[in-house]
Nanobody, 126 residues
């Protein structure tokens, strides 16, 4: 079983950047694909990005493609989400999640993930 802790959230002005981290403990991330999700008040949870266990496959939602970049450093047991050109509509609680398995591809479906962090708040002001 793996525990996930997000960090790096905060308040940023529109057009700015933020880097989120998802740190794992209890298990190595070598066998987990990692997804980033966000949920704004009154909205459904949205999958925004994921990365396969070996990092060879990355997926982005259309809402963040070209602005966000996911990466992982398995040696540090950490996955990152670099968020650039932030918009007010990016405001949400951002969570990372882990899916066990040596899959070549990852998915943006919450049901695919077994372990979740508590989330970190990202607020983008206009």
């Amino acid at each position: 079983q793996v525990q996930l802790v997000e960090s790096g959230g905060g308040l940023v002005q529109a057009g700015g950047s933020l880097r989120l981290s998802c740190a794992a403990s209890g298990s190595t991330l070598d066998y987990y694909s990692i997804g980033w999700f966000r949920q704004a008040p009154g909205k459904e949870r949205e999958g925004i990005s994921c990365i396969s266990s070996r990092g060879g496959n990355t997926v982005y939602s259309t809402s963040v493609k070209g602005r966000f970049t996911i990466s992982r450093d398995n040696a540090k047991n950490t996955v990152y989400l670099q968020m650039d050109r932030l918009k007010p509509e990016d405001t949400a609680v951002y969570s990372c999640a882990a899916n066990y398995g040596l899959y070549s591809l990852c998915m943006l479906l919450p049901s695919e993930y077994d372990y979740w962090g508590q989330g970190t708040q990202v607020t983008v002001s206009s």
